[in-house]
């Protein structure tokens, strides 16, 4: 049956037996400006969250031990879920007060700002219901305003379709040609409209040191990240939410970067993909190619690899196109 936002938005379709639920949320706010490094062009920015050990592991256990206390002291049964299956983590969290929903539609709390991992408990208790969370966003737009490919159509409303974030971790194919500027060094998630939030500056620095950023994964080289292998991909990324995405359409975001970042000293690590058994990343590096050299060093370059490029995807590329 094909799943609904109504079906997903009740939580007994999930679980019938399910009385109350209890959320809970984690900071992982980060001491530096996790904006700062998109103006080094040839680095790559990886997300704050993304930059420590994965949350759901992290978080997931943290809910087993609460939830485990509460089914001992109330003899009732337990589910937890950390981003794991169809829960509305944000309304639900909102509904039980930690906060409420942004323009951007991420949950903001005036304690912690937006940097919050959610997590849920099921159960079958009847536990008393807490106040909901109240709106405090006002008429700033902020986090509207500085989105790269303007994904919000209007305040409260994501356009999935054209947010970084999936562009760049959930996206499987190649990443739509009009959308491709605005992802600029952005190689894996996006933070920006978090980290505008005005409500920040109230958010104090994370001290969970589970969750702290990995410094030598901060403002990676283009150059090298363009070489990694799948093993090398495994390695480096290791217990981190990166290594989810795998090492194909990582490498296809590191040349949407390459591609955007205007050092021309970086074409050969593109030209260097042409050869690469995935098409999602041969396809990335003509389009970081055709961004970085002269039209007649590109045209060279097409007539070489161009005649011999079975997948369809990848000779769109060579035209132009989108694939």
Not at 111 to 121: E, P, V, Y
Not at 163 to 173: D, F, M, P, Q, R
Not at 299 to 306: C, G, L, P, Q, T
């Amino acid at each position: 049956m094909e799943e609904t936002a109504e079906r997903r938005a009740d939580p007994r379709a999930l679980w019938p037996q399910v009385r109350s639920i209890v959320m809970l949320g984690t900071s992982y706010a980060p001491a530096d400006d996790p904006m700062a490094t998109l103006a080094r062009k040839d680095r790559g920015t990886i997300s704050v969250y993304a930059r420590s050990r994965d949350y759901h592991d992290v978080i997931k256990g943290r809910l087993k031990q609460v939830a485990g206390v509460l089914a001992a002291r109330g003899g009732c049964e337990v589910k937890v879920f950390v981003d794991t299956a169809p829960v509305m983590e944000k309304p639900l969290a909102a509904a039980a007060g930690l906060g409420w929903q942004g323009k951007h539609t991420v949950l903001v709390s005036r304690q912690h700002g937006s940097w919050l991992f959610l997590g849920a408990i099921y159960t079958t208790a009847e536990l008393p219901a807490d106040a909901p969370g109240t709106d405090h966003c006002g008429t700033c737009r902020r986090c509207l305003d500085i989105c790269p490919t303007d994904a919000f159509p209007t305040p409260y409303t994501l356009d999935a379709r054209r947010c970084v974030a999936y562009l760049t971790i959930e996206h499987k194919g190649p990443i739509p040609r009009d959308l491709r500027a605005g992802v600029g060094n952005r190689i894996f998630g996006c933070d920006d409209c978090l980290a505008v939030c005005p409500w920040n500056r109230f958010a104090p620095a994370s001290r969970d040191q589970k969750l702290a950023a990995r410094a030598d994964l901060d403002a990676l080289p283009l150059a090298d990240l363009a070489r990694l292998d799948d093993a090398g991909f495994r390695s480096l990324f290791a217990g981190t939410p990166v290594k989810r995405t795998g090492r194909d359409r990582f490498v296809r975001n590191v040349l949407v970067a390459i591609g955007n970042s205007e050092r021309r000293d970086l074409a050969p690590e593109a030209g260097r993909c042409l050869d690469d058994p995935s098409p999602l990343v041969r396809g990335a590096a003509v389009w970081a190619l055709s961004r970085l050299l002269e039209p007649a060093d590109f045209s060279a370059i097409k007539a070489r690899h161009a005649p011999a490029e079975a997948d369809a995807a990848v000779a769109a590329e060579w035209e132009g196109r989108d694939p």
